[in-house]
Structure formats: C-alpha cells, structure tokens
C-alpha cells in the first residue's frame, strides 16, 4: 500500500544524572495538518460509565478500574490525543512511522484504534510509564491501529511510537501492526521522530515478535534481531539524528539540563524540529514536563501554532484544576479556540523580537513561580488548592499581550 512521505514530529526525554534535581524533563512538538487546530483540556478521573467506550472510530471496552484525572494536547476533531499526562506523574507521546507490515492486522487504513487514542488510552489507564505501556500494547494486540489520522485527508495513515515516562523512567515503544518492541531508558537522553529506533535492545515485545518477523519473510533467522532493520520502511533520519544532537550539545553545554532548554529545542527551526504557522505542516502544539521524584509534576502547553511564537503556559494536578475555556474548542466546522483566534489575528501584528522576550520573562517567572510553589507545599507553606488557575492565568495574560503589543 501506498505511504505517504514522513512528515514529522519530534519528542524527547532527559533523565538523571543529566538533568536538574533529579528530575525527567520530557517535550514534545506536535506537527499537524495546516489549520488544524490543537485544544487543551482537561478530564477529571474515576468510573466512567458505560461499559463501552467510543474511541475515534471504533468502540471498545471501558476499563473497570478508576481512570485518571488527564490534561491532553489534541486535535480537536478527534477522540485521542498527541500527548498529555496525567495525575500519576506519566506522560506520553506519539510519533507517526511508516513499517513493512501493511497486510492484515498491519493495513493502517482499516479504521480501528488511532496512535493518539492509545495515548489517551495509556493517560487514562495507567498509573506508571510502565503501566501504561503494558496497557497500551496489550489494547494494541486486542484492537489493532489503523485509520484515516487527519479529518480532511483520508491518505493520511501511519503506524506509530510512543515515547512514555514517568519521574522513574521512560520507554520507548515501537509498533508494526499489531506487533511491537520496547526499549526501556532509566538514564541519559533519547529521542524519537517519525522512523523505528530500537534495534537489538529489546527489553519487552509482543509474543513472538522473532517468530512473526521469519514467517513475514523480514528475518532469516541468523544473527541478532534487529527491530528497526525487520520492520522499517523508512522515516526522516535527518530529524531524529538532529534532535539527539540538540539534546546531547544541550545537555554538554548546560550543566544540568533544564526545563528552558527543553523550550529551546522546541523552538529550533534550523533543524525542522519548529514548524512556523505558514509550514504546510505546522507545529500545531507543544507540550514540556517536568517530572521530579516524590512530588507533582509541572507541565506546559502551548495551544497555539509554532512556539517560536507562543507562549508556554504552566499547568499542575491540583485537586480541581481548571484549563482555560480559551483553549477548548467549539463544536463548529473550524473549531477555533479563542487563543487559537487571537493568535492568529496579532501574531503578524506585533513586533516580535519584544513579544519573544516578554514570553521568556513570562516563562521564566512561570518555572520559579512553579517550582518554589511545589517546594512550598511540600513544606507546609501554601496549600497546593492556590494554584487551581495556574494555566488559566497565563492563558489570560497572553492574551493580554498580544492584544495590547
């Protein structure tokens, strides 16, 4: 079957001993169809009824257990998401790869779960990084992957990855059909864009996967298995080696990495990981964790396109959060939120150079406003119920920026 040529994202983790106080510091771009536009929102956890749960395109069974309170980053249209995390300190997100497997089980036409419903699905249900991958891949076997992944173009289809963690680790997930391996990171830097990665380290896979690569024909049986050189049908090696040489000439020059850095990666255009809003596949959202031991996690959302140009909004599980409305999309044709629509109304306006360095003022204050405020509360300083508004507070400050540059 025909693919289409990658286009890619882009997410990337850091870990102990390379990053700041003992913390994961995961990003994720999110490149998406032009004028797609990507929400915020929020879902408070537990029993969800019915016994039967909509996904994208297809029903499935709901989980019996309480599901976990989520903050997700996706395209408005559909069920699923590009990334998020949740309550239990996990965070995912997904790339799209093009395999070798397209027959079947493997035919990623076939409308069945979408890459970004296993990572809602993974959010949802599961209360560790490897939780959530045992949820995912399990789900995976039942249902398959497959289906149109953009609501105007039904040639858009793809298998996908996943990078997940927690403040413990990360894994790093690849998928062929109904097929999968999985590489476990407990240190250093890793980095997944739209091509298979894991090679001979495999440290989980589905059952058989040795035995289904003979029978397919991809292995002969001789020498070490190697995942990416079995399933890979190609992807955008330049992308993933520049972002590995971001994250390690980072990690070289800053000493721990932090969370800004994170930003900057994002936001480096040079090496195509930012898309800018004219792109024909524009970076569409943005999302930074910061996932310190023994403690709540910080995370960040753009909501708007190019985060050259947006700014990074903090958001922390509070016991009753609220996300901004302004990031949550009508039920209309173009579903536009009204950061979306003021974004795209002043950013041509407004002399960028100031805007890009009150967002970094902005975003500084945000890192040192959340970071002493989880210090505070762990020391019996504040109560953690004073930071119910974070992320609709610097939604609205944004506003007010662009509206008045």
Same mark, same amino acid.
């Given at each position: 079957?025909?693919?289409?040529?990658?286009?890619?994202?882009?997410?990337?983790?850091?870990?102990?001993?390379?990053?700041?106080?003992?913390?994961?510091?995961?990003?994720?771009?999110?490149?998406?169809?032009?004028?797609?536009?990507?929400?915020?929102?929020?879902?408070?956890? &537990?029993? #969800?009824?019915?016994?039967?749960?909509?996904?994208?395109?297809?029903? %499935? +069974?709901? *989980?019996? !257990?309480? $599901?976990?309170?989520?903050?997700?980053?996706?395209?408005?249209?559909?069920?699923?998401?590009?990334?998020?995390?949740?309550?239990?300190?996990?965070?995912?997100?997904?790339?799209?790869?093009?395999?070798?497997?397209?027959?079947?089980?493997?035919?990623?036409?076939?409308?069945?779960?979408?890459?970004?419903?296993?990572?809602?699905?993974?959010?949802?249900?599961?209360?560790?990084?490897?939780?959530?991958?045992?949820?995912?891949?399990?789900?995976?076997?039942?249902?398959?992957?497959?289906?149109?992944?953009?609501?105007?173009?039904?040639?858009?289809?793809?298998?996908?990855?996943?990078?997940?963690?927690?403040?413990?680790?990360?894994?790093?997930?690849?998928?062929?059909?109904?097929?999968?391996?999985?590489?476990?990171?407990?240190? &250093?830097? #890793?980095?997944?864009?739209?091509?298979?990665?894991?090679?001979?380290? %495999? +440290?989980? *896979?589905? !059952?058989? $996967?040795?035995?289904?690569?003979?029978?397919?024909?991809?292995?002969?049986?001789?020498?070490?298995?190697?995942?990416?050189?079995?399933?890979?049908?190609?992807?955008?090696?330049?992308?993933?080696?520049?972002?590995?040489?971001?994250?390690?000439?980072?990690?070289?020059?800053?000493?721990?990495?932090?969370?800004?850095?994170?930003?900057?990666?994002?936001?480096?255009?040079?090496?195509?990981?930012?898309?800018?809003?004219?792109?024909?596949?524009?970076?569409?959202?943005?999302?930074?964790?910061?996932?310190?031991?023994?403690?709540?996690?910080?995370?960040?959302?753009?909501?708007?396109?190019?985060?050259?140009?947006?700014?990074?909004?903090?958001?922390?599980?509070?016991?009753?959060?609220?996300?901004?409305?302004?990031?949550?999309?009508?039920?209309?044709?173009?579903?536009?939120?009204?950061?979306?629509?003021?974004?795209?109304?002043?950013?041509?306006?407004?002399?960028?150079?100031?805007?890009?360095?009150?967002?970094?003022?902005?975003?500084?204050?945000?890192?040192?406003?959340?970071?002493?405020?989880?210090?505070?509360?762990?020391?019996?300083?504040?109560?953690?119920?004073?930071?119910?508004?974070?992320?609709?507070?610097?939604?609205?400050?944004?506003?007010?920026?662009?509206?008045?540059?």
């Amino acid at each position: 079957m025909a693919m289409l040529p990658p286009r890619s994202c882009d997410t990337f983790i850091v870990l102990p001993p390379l990053s700041r106080e003992g913390a994961v510091i995961f990003g994720k771009n999110s490149d998406r169809p032009q004028n797609e536009v990507q929400e915020v929102v929020f879902y408070k956890g &537990g029993l #969800r009824e019915p016994t039967k749960l909509k996904c994208t395109y297809i029903v %499935i +069974d709901e *989980s019996t !257990e309480p $599901l976990n309170s989520i903050i997700l980053s996706k395209p408005a249209w559909m069920w699923g998401a590009e990334m998020g995390a949740n309550d239990k300190g996990v965070v995912i997100g997904n790339e799209a790869v093009w395999t070798k497997y397209n027959d079947g089980d493997g035919d990623a036409r076939q409308r069945r779960l979408l890459g970004m419903d296993f990572v809602r699905l993974g959010l949802e249900r599961g209360n560790s990084a490897e939780d959530a991958l045992n949820k995912i891949t399990a789900l995976l076997e039942q249902y398959g992957q497959g289906g149109p992944c953009s609501e105007l173009d039904d040639s858009h289809f793809y298998h996908n990855s996943f990078l997940i963690a927690d403040t413990d680790q990360a894994w790093v997930l690849e998928t062929s059909g109904r097929l999968w391996a999985a590489e476990k990171i407990e240190s &250093g830097v #890793r980095n997944i864009s739209n091509g298979l990665t894991i090679t001979t380290k %495999i +440290d989980k *896979s589905s !059952e058989n $996967l040795k035995e289904n690569a003979k029978a397919m024909g991809l292995w002969d049986g001789k020498g070490e298995f190697n995942f990416t050189e079995c399933f890979s049908s190609g992807g955008d090696e330049t992308r993933q080696k520049e972002g590995e040489r971001l994250l390690k000439e980072k990690c070289a020059t800053y000493i721990p990495f932090y969370v800004r850095f994170m930003f900057d990666i994002l936001r480096h255009k040079e090496s195509r990981i930012c898309r800018g809003c004219e792109d024909t596949f524009p970076t569409q959202g943005s999302q930074v964790s910061f996932l310190r031991p023994n403690t709540l996690g910080i995370h960040w959302f753009t909501g708007t396109p190019d985060p050259t140009v947006s700014l990074f909004k903090p958001f922390i599980f509070t016991p009753n959060p609220r996300v901004s409305p302004h990031l949550i999309s009508p039920n209309e044709p173009k579903r536009e939120h009204y950061l979306y629509k003021v974004h795209a109304k002043y950013i041509g306006k407004v002399n960028l150079d100031n805007l890009k360095h009150a967002f970094w003022e902005m975003e500084e204050e945000s890192i040192n406003k959340s970071t002493d405020f989880l210090e505070d509360v762990t020391s019996g300083l504040a109560t953690i119920e004073q930071y119910d508004n974070l992320l609709e507070d610097y939604v609205s400050a944004e506003i007010r920026m662009l509206t008045k540059m």
